[in-house]
């Protein structure tokens, strides 16, 4: 697959509005709401999945079992000109397991590599939290140098890569939680909750339904999105306008979950490390996508504000005492946002 055309500079001032983005902008609104239709009750997590892909990244869901973090991410492949794969991730799991390894052919005296799953465009690495270090750090290098490294040969990744790893917080027997520098390769921690009660019914009425149609007509393919058009978005979401100020309160929103004490002294007792460049990266490329989704080309203090705690969560590391206190990285950054004065 030939790589996408160069990327804007991200102080790029807006384009006059024009035909191509009008129908960009349409195309990823019925993307959104032909998800949401399918995954009820998960909103927060449907716009998640289209804010990574249009900023370039990778999420890591943390939620009970059966809230639908399989089914959305595959209801979104399913609706992408991308080849998608799930692994389940075990303790027994080997990095050639997800990687790929090379095969002897005697016929031929050679050997031959076998790409792995790591290969697809879309991967789902479900439960990634039960297997052990080593298939770990082979999927977060491949997240982080968009190649994959087998023998003497170096393999790059399609254009179009994106990782959804989910968690299970409910089961910690037989799991090797993830460190903290490997945490930081996520673009965002989305943590998700359960349904309401309208929704819970909606579900039950949708899950009768896809029953009753399983038995009698076989289910239409939804269309497909060229990845033409996903490459054409991402460059459209460089190209949004962002004031300089909020671009200084997007870095003094960092620079305090380094430096707390310029604000609290107490809260930066609490803080053993803040978010690295990486943070701030992450924060200005979703903020972006956010507005793009909304159908703005400018960025607003709001849209900074709302994708912080999942930008950051992981980003931000209590202290002992914050830790003995029952603080986490949620309170953490809603403190960091109390304190950081908006423009």
């Not at 009008?22 to 032909?34: G, K, Q, Y």
């Not at 999945?49 to 079992?65: C, I, N, R, T, Y």
């Not at 979401?237 to 671009?247: C, N, R, W």
Request: proline letters at 9%; charged letters at 25%; a negative charge.
């Amino acid at each position: 697959m030939n790589l996408p055309p160069p990327m804007p500079e991200f102080d790029t001032l807006p384009s006059p509005p024009d035909a191509d983005g009008d129908r960009l902008h349409a195309a990823f609104t019925a993307l959104r709401d032909a998800l949401s239709a399918e995954i009820v009750g998960q909103r927060a997590l449907v716009e998640r999945l289209l804010v990574a892909l249009l900023a370039d990244g990778h999420l890591l869901v943390e939620g009970a079992p059966g809230l639908a973090k399989t089914t959305a991410i595959r209801a979104l492949a399913s609706r992408l000109e991308a080849g998608f794969s799930r692994v389940q991730f075990t303790p027994d799991l080997l990095p050639a397991d997800l990687t790929g390894t090379e095969i002897w052919r005697p016929q031929e005296g050679r050997f031959e590599f076998v790409p792995g799953p790591i290969f697809h465009p879309i991967l789902l690495a479900d439960e990634i939290n039960r297997a052990p270090a080593k298939v770990q750090s082979a999927l977060l290098e491949a997240m982080g140098e968009r190649q994959v490294t087998v023998g003497r040969h170096t393999y790059p990744l399609p254009s179009l890569f994106l990782v959804m790893a989910t968690q299970n917080p409910i089961e910690q027997e037989g799991t090797f939680p993830l460190p903290e520098a490997q945490l930081d390769r996520f673009l965002m921690h989305v943590r998700i909750g359960y349904p309401d009660s309208d929704a819970e019914a909606e579900i039950l009425r949708l899950a009768r339904e896809r029953a009753r149609e399983a038995l009698t007509v076989p289910a239409a393919a939804p269309s497909r999105m060229p990845l033409e058009d996903v490459f054409a978005a991402r460059r459209a979401v460089l190209s949004l306008h962002m004031a300089p100020a909020l671009e200084r309160y997007l870095i003094e929103l960092v620079l305090a979950s380094r430096d707390a004490a310029r604000y609290d002294p107490a809260l930066a007792r609490r803080i053993a490390w803040g978010a690295s460049p990486r943070g701030s990266i992450a924060l200005e490329r979703c903020a972006r996508a956010r507005a793009w989704l909304a159908g703005r080309d400018f960025v607003t203090p709001e849209d900074v504000r709302s994708v912080a705690p999942d930008v950051l969560r992981h980003r931000v590391l209590p202290s002992y005492e914050a830790t003995a206190e029952g603080w986490d990285g949620d309170r953490l950054v809603a403190e960091l946002l109390a304190r950081v004065p908006a423009p």
